[in-house]
């Protein structure tokens, strides 16, 4: 099965709030699950998708984790930064 964690922190680093998204369906690879996982945690967290630049690919593609500050979101954020890391993949 695949998980996702996302986490929303302050400015001192501090984890304010957290959710695990899981994707059982085996017919979506990767990238589409991966994408469901963040669309999901953010109406979970009731915010607009973050906008991935290159410098979030790059990361992502080196360690299954990347951070989302305020420049990968359209609207104000009210938290430091989002991280999304991969924990499972079966």
């Known amino acids: 099965m695949f998980r996702m964690w996302c986490k929303l922190f ?4 501090h984890l304010i709030k957290d959710t695990v998204i ?11 699950k991966i ?3 963040i669309h999901d945690a953010c109406y979970e ?9 290159d410098s ?5 593609q080196r ?7 305020k ?4 609207e ?3 938290f430091a930064y989002m991280e999304i890391e991969v924990i499972d993949e079966d």
């Open 76 to 78: 104000d954020i009210e």
């Open 56 to 60: 979030n690919v790059s990361e992502f």
């Open 63 to 69: 360690h299954s984790k990347v951070r989302f500050t």
């Open 22 to 32: 899981k994707n059982p369906d085996s017919d979506l690879n990767r990238t589409r």
């Open 71 to 74: 420049d990968n979101f359209v």
């Open 10 to 13: 302050d400015d001192r680093g």
């Open 45 to 53: 967290f009731d915010l607009a998708e973050p906008i991935w630049l």
């Open 35 to 37: 994408f469901a996982a």
